[in-house]
C-alpha cells in the first residue's frame, strides 16, 4: 500500500483544513488509517484513526472536538477535516496504513506512511 498526504497550507487561526491521505490498491478498504503529527523539535504523535469499515473512530484528547476523521474506500481515500486551528496545530501531518491494530496510537503499530504534508496555523 502506498500513501499520499495532501491538502495542507497555510492558515489563520480559527480557520480550517481538510487533509487527504489518498492510496493505491484495493488492499487499502481493509486497512485502517491513521493520521500523526510532528511539530518542529517534537516528536511524532497520534492524531485520529478509523478501521477498514469507518465504524471505529478515535481522536488524540487534544483533538477535543475539532477534527473529524472519515473515509471513502471508493476513492480510497481518508479524510481529516479540521476546524478551529490553533498555532500549536502547526506541524507536519503523516498518514499510516495498518491491516489491523489495537495499538493505534504507537506509530511501531503502523506499516505503511505517507511522506507527510505541511500544516502552518498562523496570523
Known amino acids: 500500500v502506498q500513501l499520499q498526504a495532501s491538502g495542507g497550507g497555510l492558515v489563520q487561526p480559527g480557520g480550517s483544513l481538510r487533509l487527504s491521505c489518498a492510496a493505491s490498491g484495493r488492499a487499502f478498504r481493509s486497512y485502517s488509517v491513521g493520521w500523526f503529527r510532528q511539530a518542529p523539535g517534537k516528536e511524532r504523535v497520534f492524531v485520529a484513526r478509523i478501521d477498514s469499515s469507518g465504524g471505529a473512530i478515535s481522536y488524540a484528547d487534544y483533538v477535543n472536538g475539532r477534527f473529524t476523521i472519515s473515509r471513502n474506500n471508493a476513492k480510497n481515500t481518508v479524510y481529516l477535516q479540521m476546524t478551529n486551528l490553533k498555532p500549536e496545530d502547526t506541524a507536519i501531518y503523516y498518514c499510516?496504513?495498518?491491516?489491523?491494530?489495537?495499538?493505534?496510537?504507537?506509530?511501531?503499530?503502523?506499516?505503511?506512511w505517507g511522506q507527510g504534508t505541511q500544516v502552518t496555523v498562523s496570523s
Open positions: 499510516a496504513g495498518q491491516s489491523w491494530t489495537t495499538r493505534f496510537q504507537e506509530q511501531s503499530a503502523w506499516g505503511y
